[in-house]
């Protein structure tokens, strides 16, 4: 059984970073790309960023370029989103996400981050 | 227009068929397939329809999805409580060179 499972969320300060893990179990892991989706509680789903099988291609919506960071290590099943210089608007819980649009799609349960001073 | 737009609410009686529309342009939904996604309060979203119209293992038939030129929709016939839910479409987008999610539809079993 797929399983998806985000960790590192928690309350941050603005400006401050936080590095949210998903780690991946129940298939092939090195396989797909991954992806980060956000939404804040009670309103709608946010595309993060994307990643590539071997970690070599990301892409990320403009709201969060230059302040994000997706990579992954394969080796340990696991896929990372660095943010830094977080602000209030980040606000948000964080899903991770495999094969987005695909046949296999699958998500985790999610990790709220919350930027507040 | 970079931007996928869906009624806010929907709304039918048990039995029924309901039919959501997610409206875009040529960078997305004109050139791009089509997911929709069901998320029931407090979980994650789940899977209804990929490549347009093609069901996930485990999706009942009464799930069914179309594109046609820039505008995608998603029917659900014999209409259940538990279908009470929001309901998102998504589309990569060629302008933003990214996913654009639409802005979601609530599902009300009357």
């Known amino acids: 059984e797929v399983h998806l499972v985000e960790s590192g969320g928690g309350l941050v300060q603005p400006g401050g970073s936080l590095r949210l893990s998903c780690a991946a179990s129940?298939?092939?892991?090195?396989?797909?790309?991954m992806h980060w989706v956000r939404q804040v509680p009670g309103k709608g789903l946010v595309w993060v960023a994307r990643?590539?099988?071997?970690?070599?291609?990301?892409t990320y919506a403009d709201s969060v370029k230059g302040r994000f960071t997706i990579s992954r290590d394969n080796a340990k099943n696991t896929v990372y989103l660095q943010m830094n210089s977080l602000r209030a608007e980040d606000t948000a819980v964080y899903y991770c996400?495999?094969?987005?649009?695909?046949?296999?799609?699958?998500w985790g349960q999610g990790t709220l981050v919350t930027v507040s001073s | 227009q970079s931007v996928l737009t869906q009624p806010p609410s929907a709304s039918g009686t048990p039995g029924q068929r309901v039919t959501i529309s997610c409206s875009g342009g040529?960078?997305?939904?004109?050139?791009?397939?089509v997911t929709w996604y069901q998320q029931l309060p407090g979980t994650a979203p789940k899977p209804l329809i990929y490549?347009?119209?093609q069901r996930p293992s485990g999706v009942p038939d009464r799930f069914s999805g179309s594109k046609s030129g820039t505008s995608a929709s998603l029917a659900i016939s014999g209409l259940q409580s538990e279908d009470e839910a929001d309901y998102y479409c998504?589309?990569?987008?060629?302008?933003?060179?990214?996913?654009?999610f639409g802005t979601g539809t609530k599902v009300t079993v009357l």
């Open positions: 040529w960078s997305n939904i004109g050139g791009h397939t």
């Open positions: 490549s347009n119209s």
């Open positions: 998504v589309a990569w987008d060629d302008s933003l060179n990214g996913y654009l």
């Open positions: 129940g298939f092939t892991f090195s396989s797909y790309w």
């Open positions: 996400e495999r094969d987005l649009g695909g046949r296999d799609d699958s």
């Open positions: 990643i590539n099988t071997d970690g070599r291609t990301t």
